[in-house]
């Protein structure tokens, strides 16, 4: 099932299913606690609904009193007493359904918060189980706002749902039980006449207003796409001077938010002026018929008082009912985008009971690779190589050529279409995800780093480290001096995607944070791309010593940086073209051989260029 579309309410069945989704988060299995509060939750919720119900018999019966003959006597004392006792009744019934209000929201707030927090964390464990794949065809800025209103429609739906709705249900039903026993089958006609015409008046509009709210949160998704990808984005923004640009694009999306939020402003008005004719013509008619009963001496005056005061009492939760009816239909649909997302399968699953990686000499093999992401663009195209444990390869080619599309089926984000992968004999297809992972350590090219402290960063690979294991592998990685010089050493927070360091830095970072993980097959993707010659070298040190006894691979454009692995594969078009070691590759004066010459001469110019 694939996320609803912006634009998209669920069928009837589809918002049900969705209701008995949330279900098992409120009565979960073998939680007799959560199930003990969700019981006397509902029993507080029945109680206050009693109690608020009876305040308008005490009203009736201070009324009474008040309005009937004064009587002298003995009796004179109790009968002054008896209204102030009713009085005293009505006050004490009103601040009992408020207590048993509170009470009923303190015992369930622990299960709300449960069912939410489980749900938030099963979602975004399983967008993490999502493949690389969907994650590049997504917009973040659009799958956070999937999250993050699915969440918060979960918490509206509980809220409403089970303390507006069905407590408002259940004093109708007290009321109009009320009305037909005390007074007149015409009562109870007038009543249920007048909610029906409230309820299909609201209902109406209501499913009017909510296809407006779509367009508006439409045009709020995409202004806000827009406004977090300008952000991401803030430097190429300031090399082009397209601040304006950026700007003006953001206005125009706003500018549809606007229209739509102005309809929903005018929709608004014309429900609550509807609601109040409907509301306003029901009570009349009630009280007229009060009326016509206390002049005829059928009904006391207490009584028309008693009359007026349920029907008040059912108007006010009543007046709510549209925008509850709207935000429900509102977090159905926002709720359906999240399950939707939560129903989406991984595209790369462990085999049931898949063990662990047993890891011994490294030894990686591709046996007669396939691979496309799509059907009609083939990307790898029969590669077939072996490094043996402790053994080199690099990858070189053009862009597209297939190189780190290579590390990322080692590391499994995807799976092969044909042929298969093994680590020390094993199919990766065969072991966990997690131990595989756990095995191999990148540099990658683009280096992105945490919003947080350079320590967090280099101890990601390994949260336990010490602080001066963390130190070690910033000294292996030449980037400790640059930490000693800043005012906060290891705690300096690096900004979001680490902006606040150069691209050199947090390559440098990666590396620290790789050396730490220690792994037994390396991967490095333009490792040192973004150092300058004098730092390379440095680096390409710290790795050489780090790649002792290890399996690396290397996708490398620099190809000094690869003259002494053990062999080399020259990639075009997903194909192997070329394989050897530096000194064969270029003896056969083939692609890798022009390569090197490009790469020589445009090393040489800048020299040539100073002599002269």
């Not at 989704?21 to 509902?42: C, E, H, N, T």
């Not at 406004?227 to 190429?236: G, K, M, P, Q, R």
């Not at 018929?289 to 009543?318: C, E, K, R, S, Y």
């Not at 394989?579 to 083939?590: K, T």
Request: glycine share 8%; hydrophobic share 50%; net charge neutral.
């Amino acid at each position: 099932m694939a996320i609803t579309p912006a634009g998209d309410t669920p069928s009837r069945e589809a918002q049900l299913r969705i209701v008995f989704r949330v279900a098992p988060y409120l009565w979960p299995k073998g939680r007799w606690d959560v199930k003990a509060r969700v019981v006397i939750s509902m029993a507080l919720l029945v109680l206050a609904k009693v109690a608020v119900v009876s305040t308008p018999f005490f009203f009736k019966g201070a009324v009474d009193m008040l309005a009937g003959d004064a009587k002298t006597g003995d009796a004179s004392l109790l009968w002054a007493a008896a209204p102030l006792a009713l009085v005293l009744g009505y006050g004490l019934m009103r601040f009992s359904g408020n207590l048993f209000q509170q009470l009923r929201d303190v015992v369930f707030s622990r299960v709300g918060q449960e069912a939410l927090r489980l749900l938030a964390i099963e979602t975004f464990r399983h967008i993490h189980a999502l493949s690389l794949r969907y994650h590049l065809e997504r917009q973040t800025g659009a799958l956070s706002r999937v999250i993050e209103r699915g969440v918060k429609a979960i918490e509206f739906l509980l809220r409403f749902l089970l303390f507006s709705i069905v407590p408002l249900t259940i004093e109708l039903l007290f009321v109009a039980g009320i009305l037909f026993f005390s007074f007149d089958w015409r009562y109870l006609v007038v009543v249920l006449a007048t909610i029906a015409a409230y309820v299909v008046f609201t209902f109406r509009v209501t499913e009017w207003r909510v296809k407006i709210r779509q367009r508006m949160n439409e045009q709020d998704m995409a202004a806000n796409q827009k406004a977090i990808d300008s952000l991401l984005n803030y430097e190429t923004v300031k090399y082009f001077a397209a601040e304006e640009r950026e700007a003006q694009r953001y206005n125009d999306s706003m500018r549809g938010y606007e229209k739509a939020a102005i309809e929903t402003q005018s929709s608004l008005a014309l429900l609550n002026a509807g609601q109040a004719l409907i509301i306003t013509a029901g009570l009349v008619a009630l009280m007229g018929m009060a009326a016509a009963g206390v002049a005829q001496g059928v009904i006391t005056v207490g009584d028309f008082v008693m009359v007026n005061a349920f029907m008040i009492q059912i108007t006010l939760p009543l007046g709510f009912l549209g925008t509850v009816y709207r935000e429900i239909r509102q977090a159905l649909i926002d709720m359906a985008d999240m399950f939707g997302l939560l129903d989406q399968p991984p595209e790369v699953v462990d085999k049931p009971g898949a063990p662990a990686l047993k890891m011994s000499a490294g030894r990686v093999q591709f046996e007669e690779i396939d691979f496309a992401y799509a059907p009609e663009r083939p990307i790898l195209q029969g590669v077939d190589f072996d490094i043996p444990g402790g053994g080199s390869l690099a990858l070189v080619g053009p862009s597209g050529s297939g190189k780190s599309t290579t590390a990322r089926l080692l590391y499994r984000f995807y799976d092969v279409t044909a042929g298969r992968i093994l680590i020390d004999g094993q199919d990766l297809r065969d072991v966990s995800q997690t131990s595989l992972r756990n095995a191999i350590g990148v540099v990658p090219q683009d280096t992105v780093l945490f919003n947080d402290t350079i320590g967090y960063n280099i101890a990601y690979a390994q949260p336990e480290a010490t602080q001066e294991e963390i130190e070690a592998a910033a000294r292996a990685a030449q980037i400790d001096s640059f930490i000693a010089q800043l005012p906060q050493g290891y705690e300096t927070v690096v900004g979001e995607r680490g902006l606040k360091l150069s691209g050199g830095e947090k390559q440098r970072v990666a590396i620290a944070r790789t050396i730490l993980k220690n792994p037994r097959i390396l991967i490095l993707d333009e490792a040192t791309s973004a150092l300058d010659s004098r730092t390379e070298q440095g680096i390409q040190d710290a790795l050489r010593a780090l790649s002792k006894d290890r399996t690396v691979i290397t996708i490398a454009h620099r190809l000094s940086t690869i003259v002494e692995a053990d062999d080399i594969l020259v990639l075009e078009a997903g194909r192997v073209i070329e394989r050897g070691r530096h000194g064969d590759l270029l003896a056969l004066d083939g692609v890798y051989a022009q390569m090197w010459r490009r790469q020589a001469a445009e090393q040489s110019e800048p020299a040539a260029v100073s002599v002269e």
